[in-house]
């Protein structure tokens, strides 16, 4: 147990707070990892000479702080799992990565060459310099213009250009929650989010999904146990499940987070692929709703555009969060994705990934028939990717290594889980492949290693 009070001092007060303390720094710096369980009260107890109502009080902070998980008959254990990289792998040599969701490169490249050569020749001292207020008046006309086909009503003083997504997502946390707020949050989440909400000290609160998407009734439950703040909501082509929220579920939602005063962030940037019928929440609770798009899904993650809509009466406040955090974002590549928003181009590549995401949703489909995955039965589906549910037999890390060692890299449950009892499953991208062979290549490859053990 040495490893879990290095640097203990027996003599701090509230001795308590020294034990949360000592497990906190053995948590972040990987001595205690994600489902790793925790001596018993008593155990811990005798072991530093305190009580066992200390150790409990030490637990329960850090319960508080969504580190830990306790239940009566199953003991505490760690739920902490702070490093995205270990799950989603960026780009790696030798392998098929389908840890990574990001859109194909290929009819990126021709646009972007064209409007990268126009750039060259333009007047580039306009951009090379730093912009006042949220930025430069024309891109964000750009921006708003784009958000209304996006089906987003604002007004361009409501639009703040940021960094990419994650970026977004910092702002819209920092400026809507405090350090301690309680953060409703998909019990399966981009890891992402989770991220954001622990290095800023918020509290994620996991709400229960089905294959429709966040359950309104989980919501009014934890809810009434526990005041939430804040509601981060990913309704459409959900990560990991790839879920698309009906437009009667977000409707009941939104009567919901009206009633409580729960504010939402919309975090849209799958939305372009859902069919038009679907509306962003947006739409059905604007004032309860801070919307966040960018062009990384649609277009590519090198533009690093962000989009937010917040209420006029807060911009003030995000420029000042974007001066803090950034100072500003790239003159120069919002400029170049105004120019691919201007020609058509990031709506023309918006719906080829969309075309594509759909023809490897259907091979997907096909090769894991008679395996579970999370299925909503739609006409049309086009997310990027595919939660398949493991039989029986098979823990996600055993078969991730498995996968690993052929080669194939996809992302294991414990990565998205803000709780531990989810059944076993993997998120497997269908973008990381170039060509459709070479995906049908991966899947039939990631079945036959399901069979083995069925």
């Excluded at 987003?152 to 960094?163: K, M, N, T």
Aim: proline share 5%; charged share 20%.
């Amino acid at each position: 147990m040495q490893h879990l009070l290095t640097g203990f001092n027996p003599q701090a007060r509230p001795l308590y707070l020294e034990i949360a303390r000592c497990i906190e720094n053995a948590i972040l710096k990987k001595q205690l990892t994600f489902q790793d369980k925790l001596p018993a009260h008593r155990q811990l107890a005798a072991y530093i000479g305190s009580s066992a109502v200390t150790v409990r009080q030490a637990y329960q902070a850090l319960e508080a702080k969504g580190l830990l998980s306790a239940g009566v008959g199953r003991g505490t254990f760690v739920i902490f799992n702070g490093n995205m990289s270990d799950g989603i792998k960026g780009r790696t040599d030798g392998e098929v990565n389908l840890s990574l969701v990001a859109p194909l490169v290929s009819p990126l490249l021709g646009p972007l060459q064209r409007h990268l050569k126009q750039f060259s020749d333009a007047d580039l001292e306009r951009y090379c310099g730093y912009e006042d207020g949220a930025g430069n008046p024309q891109h964000l006309a750009t921006f708003s213009q784009w958000l209304q086909r996006q089906g987003v009503v604002c007004e361009v003083e409501q639009v703040i250009p940021c960094h990419g997504a994650q970026h977004g997502l910092l702002l819209a946390i920092l400026a809507c929650t405090q350090v301690g707020d309680r953060v409703a949050v998909e019990s399966l989440c981009y890891p992402g989010i989770l991220a954001v909400l622990r290095q800023t000290g918020r509290v994620p609160v996991a709400v229960s999904l089905d294959e429709q998407g966040l359950c309104p009734q989980s919501l009014r439950e934890q809810h009434s146990q526990q005041s939430i703040r804040a509601l981060v909501l990913v309704a459409s082509c959900q990560n990991p499940t790839g879920s698309v929220m009906p437009n009667n579920r977000r409707e009941v939602l939104a009567e919901l987070v009206k009633e409580f005063d729960i504010q939402v962030i919309d975090d849209d940037i799958y939305g372009f692929l859902s069919e038009d019928e679907i509306k962003p929440f947006y739409s059905f609770a604007p004032s309860q709703t801070i919307y966040l798009n960018s062009l990384s899904k649609s277009v590519s993650p090198s533009l690093r555009l962000g989009l937010l809509v917040v209420p006029k009466a807060q911009r003030d406040d995000y420029i000042h969060l974007l001066r803090t955090t950034l100072w500003l974002p790239s003159p120069i590549l919002q400029e170049l994705a105004c120019r691919m928003i201007r020609s058509g181009d990031v709506d023309r590549i918006s719906q080829w990934q969309k075309q594509q995401a759909g023809q490897r949703q259907q091979l997907a489909k096909q090769i894991f028939a008679q395996f579970d995955f999370v299925d909503q039965q739609l006409p049309k589906h086009h997310a990027f990717h595919i939660w398949l549910l493991l039989p029986q037999g098979w823990s996600s890390q055993v078969f991730t290594e498995l996968m690993a060692k052929q080669h194939i890299r996809v992302s294991a449950d414990y990565h998205f889980a803000v709780v531990t009892n989810q059944q076993p499953a993997v998120r497997i991208s269908l973008m990381g492949c170039r060509s459709m062979t070479q995906l049908k290549q991966s899947l039939l490859q990631i079945r036959d290693g399901l069979l083995r053990r069925c």
